[in-house]
Every structure is written in C-alpha cells, then in structure tokens.
C-alpha cells in the first residue's frame, strides 16, 4: 500500500514538494521490501536453492532499475512524466492481485506450532509433491522441517553469544572505537 499511496501522490502531484513526498514514501516501501523479500524467499526455498534464489532476486531489483532507467529516456519531458510515476501504480496493482497467490512461510508456522500440519502441506506443495504421494516424499519433508528444528536451536544459541561478542567488543576501547567508525 506504501508503493500504491506513493505513486499516486507523485502522479498526482501539482508541485515538487509533493513530488518529493511521493518519493520519500516509495524509498521507505523500497527499504522494507529489500529487506523482508530476501528474507520470505529464503524461508520459501529449499536449503539447496537459498542462496541462488537470493541471487535471482537481486537481479531482479536490478533489471527493474534498468526498465526504469529506460522508460525515463522516453517519458522525461514536460507533458510525459506523469506516465512515468504512473508505472508504479500499474506494478502495485499488479502486486497486490499476485498477492492472493503467496503462501505463509512453513518455516514461520512450524516455529510457531511444530504440530502444525499446515506447514508440511505448504512444504509439500512448494516442492512440487502430488497431495497424494505423502509417503514417497514425506521422509524428504521431515528432514528438511528437522533442518528447521536445527535451525531454530543454532539461533537461540547463538542469540547468546551474538549479545556477549557485543559487550566484548564494547569494551574493550579499541574495539569500541573500531565499531563506533563502523556504524557511523
């Protein structure tokens, strides 16, 4: 909705401030997207795939940014450049109608209820297993839920040893000043 809101803002626009809110609210739903897309997708793809969907996906955003680079040479001019804001609303419809199609992450149900047999079904799906074939591919699936168990134990570990690096870090001073120009 940030995306839609925002480019109906710049297409509508009578004057550059609005313009530029437009596009303040589009870079804010750029930066959420970037974010959390990479991360629903890892948790959609199978172990072995992860990091090449992680790639796709990033070239992805860049391919849309030559598509925009290139619509810009043609729409940049004083009675065409709204139709070029107006591609964002186009694209969020899109979206938003796609969006019926998205799964819930089995990665996300099976940390919330490990019972669930909603997350296996999801998983069964995703990867391509006929409903009815549970028994040939049900031990695929099990392993790779337990990979998620795995997964889930890794973290609440590391979370331990993540925040006791930190405090290392913090202090001792020259650490700390290496980690103070890192931020900054």
């Known amino acids: 909705l940030f995306f839609l809101t925002g480019g109906l803002i710049q297409t509508l ?48 955003y860049v391919i849309g ?4 680079d290139i619509l810009s040479f043609r729409l940049e001019n004083e009675t065409d450049w709204r139709k070029l804001f107006s591609v964002t609303i186009f694209v969020c419809l899109a979206q938003l ?15 919330k209820n490990p019972k669930d047999p909603e997350a296996k079904r999801i998983l069964q799906q995703l990867r391509g297993y006929p409903q009815h074939d549970v028994q040939e591919h049900g031990a695929d699936i099990e392993s790779e839920l337990s990979t998620y ?12 040893s993540h925040a006791m690096l930190l405090a290392q870090i913090l202090s001792h001073p020259h650490y ?8 900054t």
Do not use: H, K, M
């Open 13 to 60: 626009a009578p004057n550059l401030r609005i313009i530029t809110l437009g596009r303040f609210i589009i870079g804010f739903a750029s930066g959420i997207t970037t974010v959390l897309v990479p991360i629903y997708l890892g948790e959609l793809a199978p172990p072995a795939l992860r990091g090449s969907i992680g790639t796709v996906n990033q070239f992805a």
């Open 149 to 160: 168990v795995q997964t889930f134990s890794q973290r609440e570990e590391g979370d331990l």
């Open 176 to 183: 700390r000043y290496l980690f103070v120009c890192i931020i």
């Open 65 to 68: 940014i030559l598509v925009a």
């Open 97 to 111: 109608i796609l969006t019926c199609f998205v799964v819930e992450s089995p990665r996300w149900l099976f940390q």
